[in-house]
């Protein structure tokens, strides 16, 4: 029977069609070889060994993705409310699952990990095809935050960003999420920026402290960051300055800045049209000068080409043009494709970090960290090189105008 | 001509075409709801058990598909008992009524323990009833493909592996196109295909043509790219945590190249299949293509739907693609994570995958036998001639 045969040849060729194989290991964190690369670069020396020693000694501080410990001075941190509880790291971490009384676990990996990475590094598996890139929250730099640019966002940041989302990019609100598991992701999204920038100034100490990276490179134990068979560096030495470089991070953690926000002005109808008329005066003069970037009325027409510094990081602060080959090996340790940030179009609403007016006056004189949106300087006094407060809700005022289709509430107004 | 009558009078009573399609004097076919008059096949009971078989596997490809795309597959961390219960007495309350995930891995293998039963129900009535002997090695087939598939799904479980919950979910494919494999060829269409033979069925016309062998070429082609888009879907859901984003981007890029295959290969063969319909009706009158012309369409439109539910679920996933982001609304789009609309349209795409390759099997099984029993029909006529 002819079609019998063709049955055969079928359901042969059909279970052929798969490729086969085991879960990839999830064992370690992949050591940060991007960093290593830039570090080393201007020493154009070897730079496996920097990451290698230096991702065994994060590891046994930090511990592994199945099982994260917490070094004891990041335990003992924190006022009263210790800064990341082991509980809550452990719900967070390890392979998906979830138990009979529907608790999950592994909510990093189910939720998190296929644009941001197993160990944050912003290179997940779908992360390419992302605009903006998933963030890489190694070095420790956030961009919607109510603290200062320089600062680490609070716990609160974090939870606003995980219950709202990011709208016009990938990141998702998890606002369905049990509140529960999204305060397991942000001890874990903590954990692993900390794990991230400790890993990252290890990289740099050890390079330019330690001669990692030069041909010769350390050559006894006792200035290497190899580690014995106890666990333990050879030298206290060594091991005070790795306690140092653990404390400033976990310190910057400790103290954001707030930015704050004075009381904004009561406008009646009329007014708040003066001042959005004020603020485009503004926004297109030389003071402000948004609109050499964000194009006149913020339609985004402005030609421009700049990168956010996650990509400057390895291009041109290295003195590399973004275009130029040799980025290919950076983006064969860990870096997606460089790709020129553009500055929003403004008339279309969607403030990523809040279209609230605090919100909106904070990003004024902040500005986004990571990124060429810059800050205002708000002065006291009108004149000179400053704004002054007043000036801002103008470009509050201005800014929620411009949006008139966004859902933005517009400046309390008096009615 | 007058040989074949005398040759074959199984069932000279279906004096119009099969699948109800008719010609009208006119010379144009129709299609009429009335079931062809005939005796009935043999395996009646057979073919019901495969529509039964056919209507579950659907659902269940649904609830699993659910499973992977709410993160569900650990809810239950023991087989092939649940929290230690044998399966089939896990207290319905807590199943009912407690966490989502549970609800839905747990019900995933309990319906799929019901197809299991039905798979045996079917084996027993093959070897009771089907004259055939490939078609009852078919069944037995189905019946280890069920038990394979649903060692494969326990194994995932006790090993966490998600490479083979991907496997689970690539072999499911294969056991719908099985049930839909025995669905056809115990479907009265297929037993009536003998009774072309018949001289008043016309498809005895001078006219006569059979669908090529560059449309079975295509049809088969498009079976293989339809499960090649399921693998490909699977590796996209089933994405391993340390894959590489060159890896996964390239994955996206052969997905997306690979549904235009399937659209193309839908379009040709449903546009040839109607060509051949057009050219029958002006010579012969014999509209037995229909059989075939409505199985592709189908295929067509569940491409397009496809299509539509795979950048629905891009959308729903990651959010609308910068070069989409058009207007206000566009480009304030926010993905929410686990709502419950987006998982439909994310598992709706699953389900819907499977419905394309099924569909494209059927359509594929009705070609050969269609051209199978119309060339043997005319091979004797030729030469007579």
Redesign the interface.
Known sequence: MPLSRHLVFWSLSLLIGWGSGCDSPTDRFPPNELFARVVVHPFSGEFERASTDVGRLVESLFGTPDSPSIPDRLLAAGDGEPLLDPQRLARASGPVSSDREGLNFGIYRAQCVVCHGLSGDGFGPAAALQNPYPRDFRSGVFKYKSTTRGSKPTRDDLRRLLVHGIPGTGMPSFARQPEDDREALIDYLIYLSIRGEVERRLLAWSVEELGYGEADGPTSAEDSLVLLDSGRLASDELAEQVDEILEQVVDSWLRPEPVAVPTPPTWDVSELASAAARGRELFHGPLANCASCHGTDGDGSAVTLDFDDWTKEFTTRLGVAPSDPIVRDFRRAGALRPRPISPRKLSWGNFRGGSDPDSLYRLLTVGIAGTPMPGLLVTAEPGGVGVTPDQVWDLVAYLQSLSADAPAPAPRSAE | MMNLLETDNRTEANASDSDGASASPGGTCSLSTGSAVGAAPPGRWLHRAAVVLVAMVWPLIWIGGQVTTY?????V?DWPGT?GYNLFLYPYQ?WLF?????FIEHGHRLLAALVGMVAIVTVALAWLVEPRR?VRW?TV?LLVAVIGQGLLGGVRVIL????LA??HG?TAE?FF??CV?LMA?TSRWWWQQDSAKSPRAPTNGPGERVPGRGVIVAASAL??AA??QV?LGAQLRH???????????HL?ATHLVTAVVVLGLALGIAWRLWTLVRSRTETSGGCGVLALLKPAWLVVSLVWLQIGLGLATWVS??????FA?V???S?????????FVESLIITGHVATGALVLVTATFLL?RM??FR?TRLSLLAPTASGT
């Open positions: 993160a569900a597959g650990m809810a961390p929290y807590t407690g966490p989502f995930d549970l490939w078919l087939l966490a592996a998600r490479t991907m496997l690539c294969i196109a099985l494999t060829v079976v293989v499960y090649l693998v994405v391993q945590p340390t894959a590489s984003p060159g890896g996964f981007t996206v996933r990651y959010g609308v693609p910068t982001q207007g206000p609304r480009s304030s789009y926010l993905v929410k994570s686990q709502a099984l050969l036998r199978h």
